[in-house]
């Protein structure tokens, strides 16, 4: 386990990082310039499920308008507005931003958390939704990050406030070593930069406590909880598989960031993805095995709560979202 010592050197307090913090602020936010200032919580934040004997709840972060013909690559504005509309969509549509509790091996683990105040008021309602759902975040023991993007890690911190103060965050290795690095710091480019000032803004609390520990692949993290690899989006992105007798579900992450595109042309990225054509070529993996196997999949961005199933529909896939019950069985 790293604890990456000589980063916590570097404090991100000058003018100058508040600058660039702003610059990447105002560039991520030109998804989102029609955001919503009433309805912010117009809709629950959790949905339960039980997964063979353990319990999985899906939270809300909220939602955020994307511009999907000006954030998707390898395609055309006529090829997205065709996708998005045979789904009932337009180019600019919500996509969700989603965490999720599991409770197994007697831990209490979130997958992914958020993004705190980072864009805007549409978003940030982890921690209200978590404790409309019975949990409060001190609860939470365990953190697994599927990827280093802040809208995965923005929420780890409230200002100067560490939000899980009682959990340790895992993740893999290979995304620590990318996005902590002073080498690769000193290697990205100035538009990659504020991304990883920001990364490590809201992760330093966690270094410094010894809360962060780093793994490798091809081992058990809990009983029933694995970490996979799947590279593309960022260099050392994982995903998480939970099983639990005979059932399977596996944390997606930023596989994907438009059903409405993706599950019909997985092999369209987006300019968030580090390395594109590995993105792709993870994705079309990812989505060939969910949907031969038939087990549950979660993924971060997929319209709340992000469960369900896929299945193959010509040369794409179709998703079939999970069916709402009150008794939280998943069927």
């Not at 805007?120 to 409060?136: D, F, S």
């Not at 620590?176 to 930069?193: G, H, V």
């Amino acid at each position: 386990m790293k604890t990456y010592k000589y980063l916590l050197k570097r404090v991100k307090s000058s003018a100058a990082f508040y600058i660039t913090f702003t610059v990447f602020v105002l560039t991520f936010m030109q998804v989102a310039k029609a955001q919503h200032q009433e309805g912010v919580l117009a809709q629950p934040g959790s949905y339960h499920m039980k997964l063979g004997s353990i319990e999985v709840i899906a939270l809300s972060d909220g939602s955020i308008p994307q511009e999907l013909d000006k954030l998707l690559t390898n395609t055309n504005v006529d090829e997205v507005k065709a996708l998005t509309n045979l789904n009932f969509q337009q180019p600019v549509v919500e996509a969700s931003v989603n965490a999720y509790i599991v409770k197994v091996g007697g831990k209490t683990i979130l997958i992914d958390a958020g993004t705190s105040e980072l864009y805007g008021p549409t978003l940030g309602h982890l921690p209200a939704n978590m404790k409309r759902a019975g949990y409060n975040p001190e609860e939470i023991e365990v953190i697994l990050i599927t990827h280093i993007h802040t809208d995965h890690t923005g929420g780890l911190m409230d200002g100067d406030k560490m939000v899980f103060p009682n959990a340790t965050v895992y993740v893999s290795k290979q995304e620590a070593d990318y996005w902590l690095n002073d080498e690769q710091y000193a290697k990205a480019t100035d538009k990659m930069k504020p991304y990883f000032d920001q990364a490590r803004l809201k992760m330093l609390p966690y270094l410094k406590a010894g809360k962060i520990k780093t793994f490798d692949y091809g081992k058990t993290l809990f009983p029933g909880v694995t970490p996979l690899a799947s590279p593309g989006h960022t260099p050392g992105h994982s995903f998480y598989q939970v099983t639990s007798e005979g059932e399977k579900i596996l944390f997606w992450g930023d596989i994907l960031h438009s059903g409405a595109v993706q599950f019909a042309k997985p092999e369209i990225t987006i300019v968030y993805d580090v390395d594109p054509a590995w993105a792709a070529r993870t994705r079309k993996k990812a989505f060939e095995q969910a949907a031969k196997e038939g087990y549950w999949i979660a993924a971060d961005h997929l319209s709340f709560p992000g469960i369900g199933h896929i299945r193959p529909l010509g040369k794409g896939y179709r998703w079939f979202p999970i069916n709402y019950t009150t008794t939280g069985k998943g069927q």
